[in-house]
């Protein structure tokens, strides 16, 4: 148990000071988390309007900062090129969600096409009957995102890695209001990079 804990406590660390330089990014984080939150609630009654939230809120806020607020030049924090950062994330690198943004942005079309999504639902009647399964729809992306993954640092690291990896993410909105709730305050005083002098 010790083990597991230190390494999800490597893994958060290197997360937030690899990829979390920017406070437009923090803010958008601490978006993103308290919607996923949100959506935690919701999947006990809405699993469907709960993935809504979860991709139209908190994974568009999420990765649009990674993508456009983000410095990509080298990290002179960590001492570290951002191809380096690139090559050694565990979870998914901009690559990687590129791909898993291509998925989910395609899966509208898909449902259009084939509405029942080739025997997995009802066929949708209605735009209201469409927002639900396409809800489910990328309720099974999610999922289907974090096995995948998991199931790759299995191969590619260890068993206790994808299982940390995993642990990490489902736990990420809790952690991230708790390590950026402060970061809109330091946007408002015109701070746009965190100095994470007092880090360690």
Not at 94 to 121: N, Q
Not at 130 to 148: D, P, S, T
Request: net charge positive; proline share 4%; aromatic share 16%.
């Amino acid at each position: 148990m010790q083990s597991f804990m230190h390494a999800l406590y490597v893994q958060r660390w290197d997360d937030h000071r690899y990829y979390h330089h920017s406070r437009i990014n923090q803010t958008l984080h601490l978006i993103s988390a308290c919607s996923f939150l949100l959506s935690y609630v919701l999947l006990f009654s809405d699993p469907a309007a709960a993935a809504l939230v979860a991709w139209l809120v908190s994974m568009i806020s999420r990765q649009s900062g990674h993508f456009f607020f983000e410095p990509k030049g080298y990290d002179y924090v960590n001492k570290a090129t951002h191809e380096h950062k690139e090559d050694i994330k565990v979870g998914y690198n901009l690559r990687r969600k590129v791909i898993l943004m291509v998925i989910w942005a395609m899966s509208p079309v898909m449902l259009m096409i084939e509405p029942s999504f080739f025997g997995l639902f009802e066929p949708y009647r209605g735009l209201a009957g469409f927002a639900h399964n396409l809800g489910l729809l990328w309720l099974y992306v999610g999922i289907g995102g974090l096995l995948f993954r998991t199931i790759h640092l299995f191969f590619i690291k260890d068993f206790q890695t994808g299982i940390v990896w995993l642990t990490k993410i489902i736990t990420d909105p809790f952690h991230d209001v708790k390590l950026y709730y402060r970061a809109p305050l330091y946007l408002l005083r015109g701070e746009l990079i965190d100095p994470m002098h007092a880090q360690h």
